[in-house]
């Protein structure tokens, strides 16, 4: 569907409230479209543009609470959204890789007025990549990163609970690109969310891109074990594939940068891990610059071939840490729906293809869309009318599609 089509549909099915977004989102994919960017997009974006206030600080050591006890609320205003939309920041207890007790942050967008009976309907928002250290946090920005898209489905009636993750804005370890931290970070934001706006709804889904989309499907892993019966479903837009295939593909291309922070993940989650094992002298530079920066390109970037040592990806602890990120390692908690670009640089359809066909091995519901010839921010604008009316179907209770063979 060109990006004028979806424009049209978006016209017609959205309500008034939302159609401003819309207009941003469609925009925004024509341009990624006839001028894609130099850069891929999941190099880390401009440094935030809101302060670290001590909403984010926390005692040390933390008070001991569960996993989605929330910790503290508050509203904020000064976020560059649709007039129409609310906003709550959130601080609550989430788990570290290790299984420690940490706190991380987040935000609750919502609409105004009255909540439908039963309250609104809940989307949680798995971002995209920002950086690992703590101003990198989503919430501290000052259009949430991803505020067109938010600020539609809030005008759509939902509410969005974004989780920053776990160490982006509090002051714990940030287990950069470990999708399976990361997925809990996000489960238990929609807890927390709850007891700081009751107004909320029961019945969730999550939605990611890029990134994100390895969280989202991370959650529904996860949700297998949880058996949460409010939970209803998985879009991942953009980002699902075997961990080891797409950081070696990363390496071979122009988003190597974010090389630096799959050795910070990995030293957070296995901290006998060796940085020198893996990145080279002029490569810890740049390690050492990220620690407190969310932009790897304005940092002392070592050409391609000087980032990483030979057969790096044959060290024991990135193997490990590869592993526990791979997609399907035991059946998903209910349907998924796979987006993906043919065109994507680092995570083409033909790698999702590959997650898709182990999904229908076991017999997972699973819905695989694939968008010919674009990439990047055009994949997550152009499937708007197919996110919307995949989630409209699961608050509904209707079949979810698939299309495996």
């Not at 439908?116 to 949680?124: E, L, N, Q, R, S």
């Not at 898709?356 to 694939?370: A, E, G, I, Y």
């Given at each position: 569907m060109t990006a004028t089509l979806l424009t049209s549909v978006l016209l017609l099915r959205l309500p008034q409230q939302a159609l401003f977004a819309a207009a941003l989102l469609s925009g925004a994919a024509v341009c990624a479209q006839v001028q894609p960017p130099t850069l891929p997009h999941r190099i880390p974006q401009a440094p935030p543009g809101l302060p670290l206030t001590e909403f984010y600080d926390t005692p040390e050591p933390l008070p001991l609470g569960k996993p989605g006890e929330l910790i503290r609320s508050e509203p904020f205003y000064d976020y560059r959204l649709s007039y129409e939309v609310s906003a709550l920041r959130i601080l609550y207890h989430s788990r570290s890789p290790s299984g420690k007790d940490v706190a991380s942050s987040g935000v609750i967008l919502f609409?105004?007025?009255?909540?439908?009976?039963?309250?609104?309907?809940?989307?949680?928002?798995?971002?995209?990549?920002?950086?690992?250290?703590?101003?990198?946090?989503?919430?501290?920005?000052?259009?949430?990163?991803?505020?067109p898209l938010l600020s539609m489905y809030t005008g759509l009636g939902y509410a969005v609970v974004a989780s920053d993750y776990a160490g982006l804005g509090t002051r714990f370890p940030h287990a950069a690109l470990d999708a399976r931290s990361n997925a809990l970070d996000v489960i238990y934001s929609v807890s927390a969310a709850r007891a700081a706006l009751p107004q909320l709804g029961s019945k969730w889904v999550v939605l990611g891109y890029a990134q994100g989309a390895f969280v989202a499907a991370a959650v529904a892993e996860a949700e297998s074990d949880i058996v949460d019966r409010d939970y209803l479903g998985a879009i991942a837009i953009s980002g699902v594939a075997d961990p080891q295939e797409f950081f070696e593909r990363l390496a071979r291309g122009s988003s190597y940068p974010l090389l630096v922070f799959l050795a910070q993940g990995t030293n957070t989650v296995f901290p006998e891990f060796q940085l020198d094992e893996m990145l080279t002298d002029k490569a810890m530079r740049l390690y050492e610059y990220v620690g407190h920066a969310c932009d790897a390109r304005s940092g002392p970037v070592p050409p391609a071939n000087d980032m990483v040592k030979p057969n790096w990806q044959n060290n024991s602890y990135l193997k490990q840490f590869f592993a526990r990120n791979a997609p399907v390692?035991?059946?998903?908690?209910?349907?998924?729906?796979?987006?993906?670009?043919?065109?994507?640089?680092?995570?083409?359809?033909?790698?999702?293809?590959?997650?898709?066909?182990?999904?229908?091995?076991?017999?997972?519901?699973?819905?695989?869309?694939?968008?010919?010839?674009?990439?990047?921010?055009?994949?997550?604008?152009?499937?708007?009318?197919?996110?919307?009316?995949?989630?409209?179907?699961?608050?509904?209770?209707?079949?979810?599609p698939g299309n495996c063979p």
């Open positions: 609409p105004e007025g009255a909540p439908p009976v039963g309250g609104w309907p809940v989307i949680a928002w798995a971002h995209d990549f920002t950086g690992s250290a703590r101003p990198c946090a989503p919430s501290l920005l000052k259009n949430l990163k991803d505020g390692q035991r059946p998903a908690s209910g349907p998924i729906l796979l987006i993906s670009g043919d065109s994507d640089p680092d995570v083409p359809s033909s790698l999702t293809a590959k997650i898709m066909t182990r999904l229908c091995d076991q017999k997972d519901r699973v819905l695989f869309v694939k968008y010919p010839g674009i990439a990047g921010s055009a994949v997550l604008g152009n499937s708007v009318s197919e996110q919307v009316s995949w989630i409209r179907a699961r608050f509904s209770g209707l079949p979810a």
